[in-house]
Nanobody, 117 residues
């Protein structure tokens, strides 16, 4: 059974930083490209960042380029999202997902990030 467990969210002031983690089980993590998505209240879910199975290639939404860094530790089955210079518009629930789970619309519980003074 695939499990995607996000953590690390919280309340942070504008300009602050957070690091999100996603612990994966139920499939071979090192063989899966992974993606972070987010969903703000009243908005559709949007892609934030993506990383290939080896970590050799990454891609980012324009809105987070230069501020967020996606990375992974295949030995620990863990995906990360380092977020810096956070803005109020980054407030959302953040989700990690692999391509197979995405095709089945099988999401984890997400982690809430709130950027507010």
């Amino acid at each position: 059974q695939v499990q995607l467990v996000e953590s690390g969210g919280g309340l942070v002031q504008p300009g602050g930083s957070l690091r999100l983690s996603c612990l994966v089980s139920g499939f071979t993590f090192s063989m899966a490209d992974m993606t972070w998505y987010r969903q703000a209240p009243g908005k559709e879910r949007e892609l934030v960042a993506r990383i290939t199975k080896t970590g050799s290639s990454t891609d980012y939404a324009d809105s987070v380029k230069g501020r967020f860094i996606i990375s992974r530790d295949n030995a620990r089955n863990t995906l990360y999202l380092q977020m810096s210079r956070l803005k109020p518009e980054d407030t959302a629930v953040y989700y990690c997902i692999d391509d197979m789970s995405l095709r089945h619309d099988a999401w984890g519980q997400g982690t809430q990030v709130t950027v507010s003074s």
